[in-house]
């Protein structure tokens, strides 16, 4: 057993709740980041979406550009009950390409949980092959991925200009398997509109890192180049720290193991924190703390406390499932909290 796992066993709770031996709040995971219009979005899709279609429509049409976009559109992906009033909307509003794109992005979430539990699975739970599924839930995953495709391909053609379908596009091709070729071009789409897109950069990294021990180079290369093109300050540097956690998971996950600790590691970590999170031109944009999150588990894991330490207190209270899940997958904030106050002590 882990030893986070010993030190906090009883701390096994819906995240927003309280340690039962500690009386406590603990820090929750924030969906929306700390973004207010996220989170204005979140509370009327969940209480009744259609009904409030024109105020998330509002916030979504005032995106301040393409990425933005997507960030907000990212935020309804892994909402539950999107699915259940999108028709609605649709229904009435059958080319509106808001409405085409939040249910093609709850629609492309929908499936991944359906297959996985998560609506953004990791590198090795999104590669498991689909054979093995149920016959029923295979049918399921791709019903939804087919909505989907049909969905974003409508959105794509209504509003040429904007990288937010062709993002979703690419999850939605990634599950649907439909080839490298495809995946390149919906990745170029995407860049094409915006050459820093952070999520589309994900997205790629994750097609390209194999589901197991084997051949890294090709992700690492990616993330390395991304890093070394985009403007410092810029937090396309966690392509980097997610190439290395996904060779870290690939090994094992182990977090005793030393593939983080090498040397080679280290200094490309440090390369990475210095052009991006570290940089004074880093900036605290939309969802910032899952790149400083992935920073500090790297770090931690890794051993070095100091830089873990202070990448820590920038966060604060702002724990992320991702990377965090990687570790429990049931309680992302329990080894936040133990690495936390492991590394800080």
């Known amino acids: 057993m882990a030893w986070w796992t010993e030190r906090l066993l009883r701390a096994r709770l819906p995240e927003g709740e309280r340690f039962l031996f500690r009386r406590r709040s603990v820090p929750a995971v924030d969906w929306s980041y700390g973004d207010a219009r996220l989170a204005a979005i979140r509370a ?6 259609a009904a409030h279609w024109p105020a998330v429509r509002e916030h979504l049409a005032a995106a301040e550009d393409g990425e933005d976009l997507t960030f907000l559109l990212d935020g309804l992906r892994n909402l539950a009950g999107v699915e259940r009033w999108t028709p609605l909307v649709l229904d009435a509003h059958p080319e509106d390409p808001f409405a085409l794109l939040v249910s093609g992005a709850r629609h492309v979430g929908w ?12 590198p090795a739970e999104a590669a ?15 019903t939804r991925l087919e909505t989907a495709e049909r969905h974003l391909a409508r959105a794509a053609e209504l509003v040429p200009a904007s990288p937010a379908p062709w993002y979703f596009l690419q999850a939605s091709g990634h599950g649907l398997d439909l080839g490298p ?20 950069h994900r997205q790629r990294l994750r097609q390209l890192s194999p ?3 084997g051949p890294y180079e090709t992700a690492h290369a990616f993330a390395r180049d991304a890093l070394l093109a985009a403007p410092a300050g810029s937090p396309l540097g966690e392509l980097v720290v997610l190439a290395h956690l996904d060779h870290w998971l690939g090994l094992g996950g182990d977090p005793d193991s030393v593939y983080l600790t090498s040397t080679s590691v280290l ?9 991006s999170v570290l940089h004074p031109d880093f900036a605290q944009l939309r969802d910032w703390p899952l790149t400083v999150n992935a920073f500090a588990m790297a770090f931690s894991l890794a051993g070095d406390r100091p830089t873990a330490r202070h ?3 920038v966060l604060g209270d702002r724990p992320t499932e991702t990377p ?13 909290l133990a690495w936390r106050s492991r590394v800080t002590r």
């Open 111 to 122: 499936a991944w949980h359906a297959r996985t539990g998560s609506d953004t699975p990791t």
């Open 181 to 200: 070729e495809i995946a390149e071009r919906r990745f170029a789409a995407v860049t094409e509109r915006a050459p820093g897109h952070l999520a589309a």
């Open 128 to 142: 498991g092959s689909e054979e093995q599924l149920p016959a029923s839930l295979r049918t399921v995953f791709r």
């Open 324 to 336: 965090w899940r990687y570790l429990d997958p049931r309680s992302p904030v329990v080894p936040f």
């Open 44 to 49: 009327a899709a969940r209480e009744d979406g």
């Open 311 to 313: 990448l820590f207190r």
């Open 267 to 275: 200094d490309s970590l440090h390369e990475a924190a210095a052009r």
């Open 211 to 213: 589901a197991a021990d």
